[in-house]
């Protein structure tokens, strides 16, 4: 093993370390926001091999945040790609640990695109940005889709690049089969993701169709059809879940949600459009310049560097064409996203990693060819880079990190009050929540509860005397506890 792929393993394992803590002393391995709990809830379901299950009676009472109740079944809104893998953490009691793994892949992956396109050297220094990156590690310790779809996104950049590389070793059946499963699989998770992602490859492949050889055809040929085939699950998903191959799922729990311009798509008085697109585009960079790397505003620094060591290497330019692409396909959605960074653009980050860490040695060694002033600028570089990633480490990430800590107010300790001994003679029970001031408080206590309600604990949001009343007689061989989130310690035989 060379020095640098056993420093580049070191990295991956100190990513999974990472993104593990980020998981468990942050966000508790619990989910925080309404995409987290669909997921959740899918992977559950899938664990116990159930695409639907039977809706509850007075499905409104048990809210779950984006799992759609239509014809008679409850099913999560999002394709299938992600819920599964997260299943196996369901099924192995390792939830949390799902997306650490693939952080640790995704460092890895990082690190040998940045060998095949430049040399060790960027490639580790990448590697390093993204182990050190709020952005990373913010999506990395969530329960969120964007980790497996950045190992996807990784796995088909390096494969496609393998699949024409004529000193490539590897067997062309193992590269072009890797190539379009992974893409395939990506569209099964993101279907929107997977286009922006494909595109500059899809151009690529154009170019070969023309100037290749048969052999060359054949594969551009054979990955775009197993990528298709594969991506041809998720109109037969729609159809077994709606009944309808071409219902997205996205539009029965908000008619809007879908992708496009003009009125009825998004929630903008006359619907999404370029002056939107505009602002959302803004709203996600204001937050991205300074998740990428915790540099403040300066994460884009060595890009414009970065450019110009690409010089006319075109596998490159095809690499960094990634993340533009991604954000240009996702003007066409109609809200932009800056919680966890940008997380919409988060399969392409390896584009800007890669990108500044060919600036930085470029600007360290193109500026001046010799002399005093080439190794003045080498240590200006060395010493900018130090000051840059110190400060990310030790000012910018813990406030970060702190910032998520407890969002939206779900912690552990709302669970505390359900795992007392007094609370575990009321059970099995049906608990009335009364929210205070936002569902999340109701929200978190869903961790306790599984897909099919056969848990202890099962919670219906409180909906009116006469409906709580109602949903009481139907679960009859449950005791029924009237809970307010403002006496998180008492339990409520009837309502106060």
């Not at 999560?76 to 369901?90: D, E, N």
Request: one cysteine or more; glycine letters at 8%; charged letters at 15%.
């Amino acid at each position: 093993m060379s020095r640098a792929n056993f420093i580049a393993i070191l990295l991956s394992l100190v990513a999974v370390a990472a993104s593990y803590l980020v998981a468990d002393k942050v966000y508790e391995q619990m989910p925080h926001i309404e995409d987290e709990m669909a997921y959740v809830w899918q992977a559950q379901a899938l664990a116990h091999g159930k695409v639907t299950l039977p809706s509850p009676p007075d499905p409104k009472s048990f809210l779950v945040p984006f799992v759609v109740d239509y014809n008679g079944q409850r099913f999560g809104k999002y394709p299938l790609g992600w819920p599964i893998v997260l299943a196996l953490g369901v099924l192995l009691n390792a939830r949390a640990g799902v997306n650490s793994f693939l952080a640790g892949a995704a460092v890895w992956l990082t690190y040998r695109l940045g060998q095949k396109l430049f040399d060790d050297r960027v490639a580790l220094l990448a590697a390093s940005l993204t182990v050190t990156s709020p952005f990373f590690l913010l999506n990395s310790g969530s329960l969120l889709s964007h980790p497996w779809s950045l190992f996807l996104s990784l796995a088909f950049a390096v494969a496609w690049l393998d699949a024409f590389d004529a000193a490539q070793k590897l067997p062309a059946w193992l590269t072009v089969t890797v190539a379009g499963l992974s893409l395939g699989v990506l569209a099964m998770t993101r279907p929107w993701t997977a286009l922006g992602v494909a595109l500059p490859f899809f151009v690529h492949g154009i170019i070969l169709l023309i100037r290749g050889d048969r052999s060359i055809r054949i594969k551009v040929l054979t990955i775009g059809l197993l990528a298709a085939f594969v991506a041809g699950l998720v109109p037969l998903w729609q159809f077994a879940v709606t009944g309808d191959s071409l219902l997205n799922p996205y539009t029965l729990w908000w008619k809007y949600d879908k992708i496009g311009f003009g009125e009825g798509f998004g929630r903008q008085k006359g619907g999404h459009s370029l002056y939107w697109a505009w602002v959302n585009l803004k709203v996600s960079f204001d937050a991205g310049w300074r998740d990428f790397f915790g540099w403040g505003n300066a994460s884009w620094l060595f890009l414009p560097f970065g450019l110009a060591a690409l010089g006319r290497n075109v596998r490159a330019w095809m690499i960094a064409a990634v993340f533009p692409s991604i954000v240009l396909l996702y003007t066409a959605y109609w809200i932009g996203s800056n919680l966890y960074g940008p997380r919409y653009y988060y399969e392409g980050f390896y584009s800007l990693t890669l990108l500044s860490a060919a600036g930085m040695f470029w600007l360290a060694e193109n500026i001046f060819k010799q002399g005093r002033a080439r190794r003045a600028i080498q240590i200006a570089t060395a010493v900018l880079c130090a000051f840059l990633v110190g400060y990310n480490l030790f000012v910018y990430l813990p406030k970060r990190l702190t910032k998520m800590t407890g969002l939206y107010g779900i912690t552990r300790s709302m669970l505390a009050p359900f795992k007392t001994q007094q609370a575990e003679t009321l059970t099995p029970a049906l608990v009335i929540v009364h929210f205070q001031k936002q569902w999340t408080e109701y929200g978190g206590l869903l961790e306790l509860e599984n897909a099919e309600l056969t848990t202890p604990f099962i919670f219906a949001l409180s909906r009116g005397s006469v409906a709580d009343s109602s949903l009481a007689d139907d679960y009859p061989d449950r005791r029924v506890i009237y809970y307010y989130t403002d006496e998180p310690d008492r339990f409520y035989e009837s309502g106060r």
